[in-house]
């Protein structure tokens, strides 16, 4: 074995061949998609990219910081109306609107991280639950927001290309999507992200190693609310339509779940917790459509249950699938794949 | 101008006196001791130092500046470095990742450079490399090398405590604060650490100031001794000067001799 290594490779993308071929089909799979399925599944495609954005913000600072946020819903929100005010009122064109929506959002993020720096755990985590409630209240009063009513997103230009369809969509969030995805994965492997951590494993360390607590646990909130903007900046052009309502305790709880899911402090983990539960969030809501089960379901509910009691049954499901993954794989999908690994590597003893 | 000064520092808890008026100086370069029984306020003194406790009288002196009241990342940046009693080490790193959080101060990647780190050539990129060869010689110095890419968590306690004094020593400090780094090792790790102690005060010129119940190790390695006890300075003085003193074997050793002896 070559003995002589390079630092380089501590830190490096790609550690090998293997990764760069994974990444390489990953890519190309993404580059066909619009070709080969319908379009039904490329919106599902788009609202899993937009929920990914927002777990990889939200994982920063949960997974890695170790603080906790029940309000990303609000930030969510700010970044969804900030982008379609910022085009209609401001008139800036979409990108920039986009990204003065997510640094709007950021400094929400540092604002709402000032408390953090006193509250921890489930003082912390009411705190942020109370932002995430107040936002939606207090947009369904401005009038410039539309109120309770909502707003309708104007047509998405950016320079010469008007994107209409999912597919059009398709080819915009995804590069964003990757983007940060990169973005976050690097700054967990230079000094911001190895701050983040050291506060989240020994915060007393961190600081007499000279980590300024103030200073990073604020930053770990701005830039997981950066990520939440961007995301609900992307969402409201997706939908095309957003109302407060949209932006419930029930959407933060949703994020955290595809966090704790996917694996809390890994990379891949809430990547794919995000996809999974996007998915399922999707399917499930046409459950009834499905034949028999359908049926059994609704008799189910109808005799036992409220009548509209089956129409939220992917609460139900997601509440489930959280208690399976703290019981019994508290590192979530990525430690399941950790563990897979293991086994065929040493497979077989 | 004294390199490092305590004057006069006492910090209360409600009605509990935990530091009582202690003093001391130290001179750059030497390694000063402190001793005295448990629950004597050695690692309170530590804490206040750092600036993780706020004394409630006195002042502490660095280099001719006060430290007293300054938040633990402004010490740190002053050049003060510490290790803890109970093993403080970021669990999920390894000891590469561990030992460069000691780095962090001497590096100037942000969040932006951070999360454009395309390629070796790219400023993080670079940054992140000096900064690992920087931190690879100290793992050499203390022969860290076969746990270089474990997670500290399961590494064995001994490992863990020099992983500590690594991290420490990745800060280039001036001043080095070690609270007990021979606390439960056995008889050889002992005397590697006694050793590396040696060694940091001697190769790297670091003044130490050092908790530690293992006589043998006091003795061995420092220049100067004070032994407190319930918060209040006994003596100070050299290591046969402190070993003859009749308060430290009081202290120690308890008031009744003939108890002892039956």
């Known amino acids: 074995m070559d003995m002589k290594r390079d630092y380089y490779e501590d830190i490096q993308l790609f550690s090998s061949g293997v990764v760069i071929f994974w990444f390489v089909a990953m890519m190309v799979f993404l580059a066909v998609v619009p070709f080969i399925f319908k379009n039904y599944y490329i919106y599902v495609i788009n609202f899993m990219a937009i929920n990914v954005i927002v777990v990889l913000g939200l994982n920063l600072l949960v997974g890695y910081t170790g603080l906790i946020s029940l309000g990303h819903a609000g930030f969510f929100a700010i970044g969804a109306y900030g982008t379609v005010v910022l085009i209609t009122q401001a008139h800036l064109p979409f990108l920039l609107a986009l990204l003065v929506a997510g640094l709007i959002a950021a400094i929400f993020g540092f604002l709402l991280g000032l408390p953090a720096l006193r509250l921890e755990g489930p003082y912390l985590a009411i705190a942020t639950l109370g932002f995430g409630v107040t936002v939606t209240q207090v947009i369904g009063k401005i009038k410039i927001l539309g109120e309770r009513q909502g707003l309708h997103a104007p047509d998405l230009i950016i320079g010469p290309w008007h994107f209409d369809t999912d597919k059009d969509f398709y080819f915009l969030l995804i590069p964003i999507a990757i983007i940060l995805a990169f973005a976050a994965r690097n700054i967990t492997k230079t000094k911001v992200g190895r701050a983040f951590i050291s506060i989240r494993d020994a915060e007393i360390a961190a600081e007499t190693m000279g980590v300024n607590l103030t200073f990073y646990k604020t930053l770990a909130f701005a830039l997981s609310a950066f990520y939440a903007g961007i995301g609900g900046g992307l969402y409201a052009f997706v939908l095309r339509f957003i109302e407060p309502e949209l932006f419930s305790l029930s959407l933060s709880i949703m994020f955290l779940t595809m966090a704790v899911v996917g694996g809390l402090g890994s990379m891949m983990g809430p990547i794919a917790g995000a996809c999974l539960l996007s998915w399922l969030d999707l399917q499930l809501r046409n459950i009834l459509d499905i034949p028999y089960l359908g049926e059994w379901l609704r008799s189910l509910s109808q005799s036992y249950f409220s009548l509209t009691g089956v129409s939220n049954i992917q609460y139900i499901v997601f509440g489930g699938i959280l208690l399976f993954i703290m019981l019994f794989e508290p590192l979530g999908i990525f430690g399941i794949w950790i563990r897979t690994k293991k086994y065929w590597k040493t497979w077989p003893f | ?262």
Request: charged fraction near 25%; charge should be negative.
């Open chain 2, 1 to 262: 101008m004294a390199f490092f000064e305590v004057k006069n520092l006492s910090i209360y808890f409600g009605g509990l006196v935990a530091l009582d008026g202690i003093s001391f100086t130290l001179n750059q370069g030497e390694i000063y001791a402190i001793i005295g029984p448990n629950g004597a306020g050695k690692t309170t003194l530590f804490n206040c130092i750092n600036g993780i406790y706020h004394p409630s009288h006195g002042d502490i002196l660095f280099k001719g500046q006060s430290i007293r009241g300054k938040k633990p990342d402004k010490v740190a940046r002053m050049g003060i470095a510490r290790t803890f009693q109970n093993i403080e080490l970021f669990n999920n790193m390894n000891t590469m990742e561990n030992i460069m959080l000691g780095r962090h101060l001497r590096m100037k990647t942000g969040l932006f450079r951070g999360a454009f780190l395309w390629g070796k050539r790219s400023f993080a990129g670079l940054e992140e490399v000096a900064h690992r060869r920087k931190v690879e010689e100290i793992i050499d110095f203390l022969d860290l090398q076969s746990s270089r890419n474990k997670l500290v968590g399961g590494l064995p306690y001994g490992t863990q405590k020099q992983i500590e004094l690594a991290r420490a020593l990745a800060l280039e400090p001036e001043l080095l604060l070690l609270d007990e780094p021979c606390a439960g090792m056995n008889a050889e790790e002992k005397q590697d650490m006694i050793f590396w102690v040696k060694d940091v005060q001697d190769e790297l010129g670091v003044t130490v100031l050092l908790i530690e119940h293992d006589m043998q190790m006091v003795m061995d390695i420092s220049d100067r001794i004070l032994v407190i006890n319930f918060g209040r300075p006994i003596t100070e003085g050299t290591p046969s000067e402190v070993q003859r003193h009749p308060e430290v074997l009081k202290a120690y050793l308890g008031e009744n001799e003939g108890v002892c002896a039956a």
